[in-house]
């Protein structure tokens, strides 16, 4: 079959929820009869990639398994479709950007006086095919970030769905997500900010085919008729996305309002019932949790919890797995530092998991404060990427003995630099952009510790994001005659 197109475009503001929208249409189009469905995340942000954006700018940074750092959205297109997506899945218009002008440089368009229209919107046209091309999926989700008539950025991606439209008006479809919400004077549902974005949307071309309203509850049908009639869509294409307790029932409730129906016969697909069985049993395994756990959550950027989204999902995921029922406690490393007399309070814990980070600022001692105490007191413990590093650190310090031992990447002249750059992949590197240790590696598990128990396996693949790790050559047989037990090895130190 032909392959088809569904923009995702948002209004009103951003943090809407449109990659969950996206992940859920891509999801309930997937239980229809085994559609290959893939998604795009294009953001119109110059930057080339999320790698050096603040997380309390922009969210977690999702790693992907071919080293892109991406926008956490390809992590929710990843949860919900179970697949992998590459790197070349999140658009920026960075990337566009400088490909159009190194082309200019080396003369590809001699005698053109070069523009956004029409080689940026050629530049963004070839991106999305090209994912065509490499996987040849049956349908496309193409979630457009940034918000209509909010972001300028964002014109020339408006302006590559238009003319896609255009040159195949039976493969592509807009869909428009924007807010409706709630008076709370009078408890009345607000229509207008919904109508004065898909104004936007039509003044640069586009008239939405669905309209998926979000709002704190469902919409009347009163609502959803005047919906239809301002924003010239058919009424039986104006659905909501409610507010729910977890993300994974946004595609029962839509599916359940009849948007997969819909979308099929707009798009002149084969009509399948939908078998969403696994995935209803899933939302309920979320649900049933009996015993109710406190796992903390410590760090840097703990106050914009979408800094730590692909952690707060995998904890509630495990949960469900073992019917458990996760209460999540933020624990903000820097009051820690201030006092730490706060680090009782983690004695309340079930599980403390220090989370990722950079940099001197934000709670390093506060950091390995908490360390020290879930190991003193034998509370559950995880470390993830600094996490893990500060707790080499703590270690040194306190059990080794080797005081003033740090990371080189908060102390260059710590006399006991127990964590440093990698050699040699992170030395001489001038460009901090993409420089890291990205993505899969292989992992060498060691038989008989934790990890081997719990993988079952001697040889995985996990996902990176670092440039330090524990400096090998002065340090392992010093930490293992004091009882640190290295139960994984990149590969690349097993010779």
Not at 86 to 112: A, D, F, M, W
Not at 208 to 217: Q, T
Not at 318 to 335: F, G, Q, S
């Amino acid at each position: 079959m032909t392959t088809k197109y569904i923009f995702v475009t948002g209004g009103v503001l951003s943090g809407l929820g449109k990659g969950i929208t996206t992940a859920s249409i891509g999801k309930i189009l997937q239980a229809r009869g085994g559609y290959r469905v893939t998604a795009i995340k294009i953001d119109p942000y110059l930057n080339v990639d999320a790698g050096t954006m603040n997380p309390f700018q922009h969210g977690e940074v999702f790693v992907t398994f071919d080293g892109g750092e991406t926008d956490l959205d390809l992590g929710h297109y990843e949860r919900f479709l179970d697949i992998e997506v590459p790197k070349y899945h999140n658009i920026t218009s960075g990337q566009v950007y400088y490909t159009v002008i190194r082309r200019e440089r080396k003369g590809k368009y001699l005698g053109q006086t070069v523009q956004l229209i029409p080689h940026v919107t050629e530049e963004v046209k070839r991106r999305i095919l090209l994912v065509t091309k490499r996987e040849k999926p049956d349908i496309v989700l193409i979630e457009i970030g940034g918000t209509v008539g909010g972001d300028y950025e964002g014109l020339p991606f408006l302006e590559t769905a238009r003319q896609m439209r255009l040159e195949m008006p039976n493969d592509v479809l807009f869909v428009h997500v924007a807010l409706v919400p709630i008076l709370s004077t009078t408890g009345e549902l607000k229509t207008k900010p919904l109508q004065h974005s898909v104004a936007e949307l039509r003044r640069v071309g586009i008239q939405p085919d669905i309209i998926i309203a979000r709002s704190p509850k469902p919409l009347d049908e009163q609502t959803r008729r005047k919906i239809s009639l301002f924003t010239n869509v058919p009424l039986d294409a104006v659905f909501t996305s409610y507010d729910v307790d977890t993300i994974y029932k946004v595609p029962l409730i839509l599916e359940e309002q009849g948007l997969g129906k819909y979308i099929v016969n707009k798009l002149g697909l084969t009509q399948v019932e939908p078998n969403l069985d696994d995935w209803i049993a899933f939302v309920n395994a979320l649900e049933d949790g009996k015993e109710e756990i406190n796992v903390y959550m410590c760090g840097k950027y703990v106050k914009l919890h979408d800094s730590y989204i692909s952690i707060v999902e995998a904890i509630k995921h495990a949960a469900a797995k073992l019917r458990l029922k996760p209460n999540i406690v933020w624990c903000d490393t820097e009051e820690i530092e201030k006092d730490h007399i706060k680090v009782t309070e983690l004695n309340k814990a079930d599980a403390v998991i220090v989370l990722p980070g950079f940099g001197a600022r934000g709670g390093v001692e506060g950091k390995i404060e908490a360390i020290r105490y879930v190991r003193e007191n034998n509370i559950p413990f995880l470390g993830i990427c600094y996490g893990m590093q500060l707790a080499i650190v703590e270690f040194a310090r306190n059990v080794v003995g080797l005081k003033g031992a740090h990371t080189t990447e908060v102390d260059p002249n710590t006399p006991y630099p127990v964590i440093d750059i990698t050699p040699p992949e992170e030395q001489n590197i001038e460009e901090l952009g993409g420089t890291m240790i990205l993505g899969d590696r292989r992992i060498s598990i060691t038989k008989g510790t934790i990890a081997h128990a719990i993988y079952g396996a001697t040889e995985i693949k996990e996902r990176h994001r670092h440039r330090y790790e524990i400096n090998p050559p002065k340090f392992f047989e010093m930490l293992r005659e004091k009882g640190l037990v290295f139960s994984a090895w990149r590969l690349m130190y097993l010779g």
